[in-house]
């Protein structure tokens, strides 16, 4: 390829860090090693960049460097190069700030080429950009569909840069990691690098010192380059596309053959691991929603479900089958309250506030006795409130997975039973793990979902009821149209069908998981669930874990933990993500403080146990 007539800079690139969202990929390499077409992509990068006349290169190494040290030198003979190393001893807790600023030291006054190491581009995209002139440049995509983790531009009609950052409002663009500095501006990031690295904040990304020159009016230009082919590879999906644009079949089949055989074991409320057989009823074959077929799967579905929830008269209680998610159970029951009913909902977690959003945002003013996250039910407190406001509705979550937390469904049940009022009842994270009884509690209505404690795969939810309480929603304007829940009862319970297209081989998968939990009994199931439980909070109580709530409180699904002193939430997420394990983080108030520890599904006493010695290695 003929060399472009531009000016040969300093490129400067980043391969310090470890590539912890691509573990296992990165055991025993950095994620700049990683080899896409049957080539590192770090020696793609300074291969490209050579062919294109740039011949001094800063290469920043950390994790693993003997390995990029051994690349780079190998480089060096073959191309006659030059190429300097600078370590960051410290890339374990800094980031690329860090780097950039102990890259300074070889390139002030220089023209820079700065490149993140974990980008893979077509050879044009450098071409352009090499040849683009200004004081500084961004290589940016408007073509790409940004997410959270993505780095994004701002610009302006002038295609000058006004903002930088992760959460930027209004993008323009995504930046690609690919950037050119004069030798002018380069001094000038070096140096608030320095400056901001002074202040004590070592984890910041470099993009904090370029919007420190966006906001000082620098001049600094984008280039969009949509239409061409780039990835950075951040995450295992991004490395799974590199090699679908860049590499080779062969090489995508063999990566995709080795992420089957390294499963997750799902320590989560959901999703959660499934049984074969559910796994074979998913791959059932096609029927039309609309025939006698599914029809009789949508029956079979939900006489089953109505023995989960405990009913025994089914003359008096049915259930109603939903495509979505526990939410849009939750969302339907709400939904279709009569106007003027006045709700009470009793919180102590984030799923008894998610009540109450709910139904502020259908405009339904509840009323809240908001308590603690974590605090029990104070049953003489909710009877004075019904006693002296009138009330129509109460709503409760059974099992509070913020906290993990069992709330006292027999004795609520029991007071609004007593005093005539209705019970709306969240079991989306309890059915299939504890009884509901929901027969006997006189619950109105009570919502579940497939991918929790019934072991099922995501994708439907479920309410189960008093037949009197769906018909009575006849003269009920609903204030959804897909979540109307007296049309799904209707197509449901008289037509044997659903109002819309439902996922049918979820209904397959359903089946299954429920046949599962009935062929070996209900009370068997909760037995399991117990067991393990009790198995995970010895094994975690003998390691020095404390719980967030006594375990007198706690349900047999799920166990809220401290963190270790030490631990950030999301490297203690990653480090057992590594060996396998993935647990939950804590939500809300308690993200940074606890994780949670589920056992429904298809768990085993085995690898229960192998979770705790995965714990103890971790903590070790």
Known sequence: MKKAAYGAPCAIILAAGEGRSLFPLTKDRP????????????????????????????????????????????????????????????????????????????????????????????????????????????????????????????????????????????????????????????????RLARKILDQGDATSFYEEAFSILCDRDCGIRALDI?????????????????????????????YRASRRSLPQYLFCPGPVLVSDKVKEALASSEIGHRELEFSELLNRVRMKLAKIFGVQNFHHYTTVVITGSGSAANESV???????????????????ERWTELAEFLDLAPKTIKLRWGQPFPIDQIEQHLKREKTDVVCMVHHETSTGMLNPLSEVAALTKRLRVELFVDAVS?????????????????????????????????????????????????????????????????????PNTPAVNLFFALEASLDAILEQGIEATFERYRSLAAMLRKGMAELGFRFFIPEEYMSPVLTTVELPAGFEADEFHERLKRLGFVTYPGKGILRHRVFQVANIGEISPHQAQEFLKALKQVIQ
């Open 334 to 352: 709400l939904g279709s309250i009569a106007a003027g009913k006045r709700i009470l909902v009793v919180s102590n977690g984030e799923f008894g």
């Open 226 to 254: 949509s239409g061409l082919k780039w990835e950075e590879i951040d995450f295992l999906t991004d490395y799974e596309e590199a090699l679908r644009v860049f590499g080779s079949p062969g090489e995508l089949r063999s």
């Open 31 to 190: 994620k700049a090693l990683l080899s896409v077409g049957g080539e590192p992509i770090l020696e793609r990068l300074l291969r490209q960049l050579h062919q294109l006349g740039v011949s001094n290169f800063v290469v920043v190494v950390g994790y693993k460097k003997d390995k990029v040290m051994e690349l780079t030198s190998r480089f060096q003979r073959q191309s006659g190069a030059s190429v300097r190393l600078v370590e960051n001893e410290r890339y374990s807790e800094t980031n690329t700030l860090y780097s950039l600023a102990l890259a300074g030291a070889d390139c002030a006054h220089k023209l820079v080429l700065l490149v993140d190491g974990d980008i893979i581009c077509e050879e044009e995209i450098l071409v352009r950009f090499l040849r683009e002139e200004g004081e500084a440049v961004l290589a940016v995509d408007t073509a790409r569909l940004m997410g959270q983790e993505e780095m994004k531009v701002r610009f302006g009609p002038n295609k000058i840069v006004s903002g930088i950052g992760k959460n930027l409002s209004k993008p323009s663009a995504e930046f690609l990691g690919i950037s050119k500095f004069s030798g002018t501006v380069a001094t000038e990031l070096f």
């Open 430 to 498: 309890s059915v299939g793990a504890v009884p509901i009884d929901i027969e006997d509690s006189g619950i109105t209505f009570c919502t579940g979902s497939a991918n929790k404690a019934i072991a099922s795969v995501p994708g439907l939810s479920f309410v189960c009821g008093k037949r009197a309480a769906f018909d009575a929603l006849k003269t009920t304007r609903a204030h959804s149209f897909y979540l109307d829940l007296y049309k799904h009862f209707i197509f449901n319970e008289r037509k044997f069908q659903t």
